[in-house]
Each structure stands twice: as C-alpha cells, then as structure tokens.
C-alpha cells in the first residue's frame, strides 16, 4: 500500500475510533462511566486504537497537521498500555467528551473521498 494510502488507512481508523467512543458516551455523564466498566473499556480500547494508529501516520503528514494532537494520543496509548494502573477515569472522560469530538472534527476533513 502506497504512503498517502497507508496515512488515509491509518486517518480513517483514528476517525472510526473517536466516533464509536462519542457514541458510547452520548447521553452518558461521569457517573456512568466511572460505574461501568464495560463503558470504561470500551473507551480506553479505542483510545489505544486511536494512539496506535496515530503512531504510524507518516511523520510529514503529522508535520502539515500540528493542529491534530499527534504526540498526546501517542502518549495516552502508552500510557494505556503499558501503566494501565494510573489511568484515572476522570481524565478518561474528558478525554472522551471534550478531546475526541473535537478530534473528529480535525480528522473529517482530512480523510480522503472514497474512489
């Protein structure tokens, strides 16, 4: 697969990712995610999702785009990942309400028309 492909792949996931999470806490408030922990995996999944795939966007696409946060869901993945134990639920949230919609209006336009 070609590098603008791969980058359009990786883009595409990202998206896909941050949706299902907004769609997983419409409606929902703190209260709800910090008692489900099917609603609490569900997010930190795709989050890592989103994190790895932003790991392997080309470094001159993530260069055009400083206005996508590319090193903090980087750093989130790792951190969900590999220091699981210090992830506290009220940064989770916010990251669910309040970083990934405004990721999915950053990454929308970027994202190729299909062929």
């Known amino acids: 697969m070609p590098p603008d492909e791969r980058d359009a792949a ?3 996931d990202m998206l896909e990712a941050a949706q299902k999470v907004c769609s997983y806490v419409k409606g929902k408030t703190l209260r709800h995610y910090t008692d ?7 997010v930190e999944r795709n989050v890592e999702i989103i994190g790895d795939a932003a790991r392997k966007v080309s470094s001159s696409l993530k260069s055009v785009h400083p206005e996508i946060p590319w090193r903090q869901m980087i750093a989130l993945r790792n951190v969900l990942v590999h220091e699981y134990g210090v992830v506290k639920n009220e940064e989770m949230w916010e990251v669910a309400t309040v970083h990934l919609p405004a990721l999915v209006q950053a990454l929308t336009p970027l994202i190729p028309p299909l062929q």
């Open 10 to 12: 990786y883009l595409q």
């Open 36 to 42: 489900s922990a099917l609603l609490r995996d569900a």
